[in-house]
T-cell receptor, first 110, second 114 residues
């Protein structure tokens, strides 16, 4: 499974757009890119998943360049409740275990 | 449609006792994963099960830990003779047979060993 690298922490203010970039230089052809959000004392919550180009849902957007060696999670107009740890993972469709890094701790202030 | 359910949410055990953690996957999901999270760390994979089968237990400690996912009922993670180092949050995730790339997590069980 490809290793991912993402910033340890980020700070933002309410109403701003937040972009968290993840590097995955060794991503394999069959790998998907998935982002999870985790609040303290809760399980990771699936946010978004993509394979290439751009994916958007009601929560976030995921931008993936053509070479797929990185991806950017975009959170529009963050609020205090978006303060959480965000994990970027890559994996294939074989259903194997997910490998979590330390994630990015996003702190949103008023 | 209920999500992944885990119980108990909190469990306190004394050293040497047994801990049994339960996980009910989402409706229609036949694949279950167990992960452990120590304070200030990311989740670490422990074991992957299908109904009545252990598919991958490469992350499971060789002693005292066992897991099962019977044909009927929840998946069980069992820790025998707990030690203080077993104190952690244990998360269960499930996925659909066809959607192999997406796992959905439960709220976790927080185990505290005194």
């Amino acid at each position: 499974l490809a290793k991912t690298t993402q910033p340890i922490s980020m700070d933002s203010y309410e109403g701003q757009e937040v972009n968290i970039t993840c590097s995955h230089n060794n991503i394999a052809t069959n790998d998907y890119i998935t982002w999870y959000q985790q609040f303290p004392s809760q399980g990771p919550r699936f946010i978004i998943q993509g394979y290439k180009t751009k994916v958007t849902n009601e929560v976030a957007s995921l931008f993936i360049p053509a070479d797929r060696k990185s991806s950017t999670l975009s959170l529009p107009r963050v609020s205090l409740s978006d303060t959480a740890v965000y994990y970027c993972l890559v994996g294939d469709q074989a259903g194997t275990a997910l490998i979590f890094g330390k994630g990015t701790t996003l702190s949103v202030s008023s | 449609n209920a999500g992944v359910m885990q119980n108990p949410r909190h469990l306190v055990r004394r050293r040497g006792q047994e801990a049994r953690l339960r996980c009910s996957p989402m409706k229609g999901h036949s694949h279950v994963y167990w992960y452990r999270q120590l304070p200030e760390e990311g989740l670490k994979f422990m074991v992957y099960l299908q109904k009545e089968n252990i598919i991958d237990e490469s992350g499971m400690p060789k002693e005292r830990f066992s897991a099962e996912f019977p044909k009927e009922g929840p998946s069980i993670l069992r820790i025998q003779q707990v030690v203080r180092g077993d104190s952690a949050a244990y998360f269960c995730a499930s996925r659909h047979q066809q959607r192999q790339e997406t796992q959905y997590f439960g709220p976790g069980t927080r185990l505290l060993v005194l």
